[in-house]
């Protein structure tokens, strides 16, 4: 069941998108009354406000406007890992879902969830892109600095994406999220094969205690049986797992039900990645969520700076996730999310099909 109800304590709105019809669309499924504020540019707002802010605090106050620069970015991954090749539009910045992990505690540091309007600006853009390299296959998601359908009630971006991509031979689109707000993508139809809906998964003790905001799992994998009856292709992120008292149980018993559930051929690919932080992102997370256990256990730092579980105790994890899903029949490509090369040597969890469709053949 959705969580969030996406109400604002204000909403400012770059002057110029000020009738701009995604913003009026917004505003009219924003049903209480705030405050609206308009601003003539986006760049100056986010310099006059800038500062540490609660992830909650962000969450009630809404910009709409048009974002700058590079609208297709390659995800920066991770100095010294192995990169999946994925690339990101930024479409929303910002997200209420509140995971106390979550790494843009340590680097947004805007007062506002930003919502990018400028959808033709993102579609023309991406048209161009995909026209000059028909003989390459982008991977890309709207997933890296927010999560893709929190906000899709009031967007209904997701109309608009699906519609979009269909047009286009050589790019796969991923939806990324770990809430079951898919009313709009049940209305249509994905008839392209390139749309891909992947859900973060956890066991429900780590929902409940790190994805304040989160859908329990019960209502993500209902809401996969039912996007793979639109016609929607799945895919399964294990990330981050985090090292609990009866990991194996809790992580074997998530496996077991999605897999009595879900049809693995309906399943693109499974990402694997453990937790990770930044010495930025500790302190954000000490300061925002106090309470939380995930920071009580060993972690090495890596050549990326970030801190991880030692290795030996990383590849357990995966190594019981990789027999546990073998187990449950599970025959999806599996890769991992920003881990080191002695990692995938000594696991080696890809097969040709990831490589093809995660690594464009690479490795
Ligand atoms: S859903 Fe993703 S983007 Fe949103 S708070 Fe959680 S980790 Fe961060």
Same mark, same amino acid.
């Given at each position: 069941m959705n969580k969030i109800k996406n109400t604002f304590n204000n909403i400012f709105i770059e002057t110029k998108f000020k009738r701009h019809y995604k913003t009026l669309e917004i505003l009219d499924n924003i049903v209480e009354n705030q405050e609206i504020r308009y601003i003539d540019d986006i760049l100056s707002f986010m310099k006059d406000n800038d500062g540490a802010i609660n992830p909650d605090v962000r969450s009630k106050t809404l910009f709409l406007g048009g974002m700058r620069g590079e609208i297709l970015r390659k995800c920066p991954g991770s100095y010294g890992h192995i990169c999946c090749n994925y690339s990101v539009i930024n479409l929303y910045i910002g997200c209420p879902i509140n995971c106390s992990y979550c790494i843009l505690q340590s680097y947004l540091n805007q007062p506002a969830t930003i919502i990018n309007v400028d959808i033709e600006n993102i579609f023309s853009n991406l048209r161009n892109i995909f026209s000059a390299s028909k003989d390459r296959l982008f991977r890309i998601g @709207?997933?890296?600095? =927010? *999560?893709? /359908? $929190?906000y899709d009630d009031i967007t209904n971006y997701s109309i608009d994406f699906v519609n979009f991509f @269909?047009?286009? *031979? &050589?790019a796969i689109f991923e939806f990324k999220t770990? @809430?079951?707000?898919i009313a709009n993508l049940l209305k249509? $139809? #994905? &008839?392209? =094969? &390139?749309i891909v809906v992947g859900f973060s998964v956890n066991p429900d003790i780590i929902i409940n205690s790190e994805e304040k905001n989160a859908a329990a799992l019960d209502d993500r994998i209902n809401a996969m049986r039912l996007l793979i009856q639109k016609g929607y292709l799945i895919a399964l992120h294990f990330d981050p797992l985090i090292l609990i008292d009866n990991f194996e149980y809790e992580y074997e018993t998530v496996i077991k039900k999605i897999f009595s559930q879900i049809e693995s051929k309906k399943i693109q690919w499974i990402s694997l990645g453990a937790f990770r932080y930044t010495t930025d992102l500790k302190k954000a997370i000490q300061s925002n969520y106090p309470d939380t256990k995930i920071l009580a256990e060993e972690f090495a730092l890596c050549e990326d700076k970030k801190f991880r579980y030692l290795r030996p105790v990383r590849a357990q994890l995966y190594k019981f996730i990789l027999n546990t899903l073998k187990s449950a029949r599970s025959d999806v490509p599996v890769y991992f999310c920003m881990e080191s090369p002695q990692i995938w040597n000594e /696991?080696? #969890?890809? &097969?040709d099909q990831i490589k093809k469709i995660v690594f464009g053949d690479k490795i």
């Open positions: @709207t997933g890296e600095l =927010g *999560d893709s /359908l $929190v @269909t047009e286009f *031979d &050589n770990k @809430t079951d707000k249509i $139809v #994905p &008839n392209k =094969g &390139n /696991l080696k #969890p890809h &097969n």
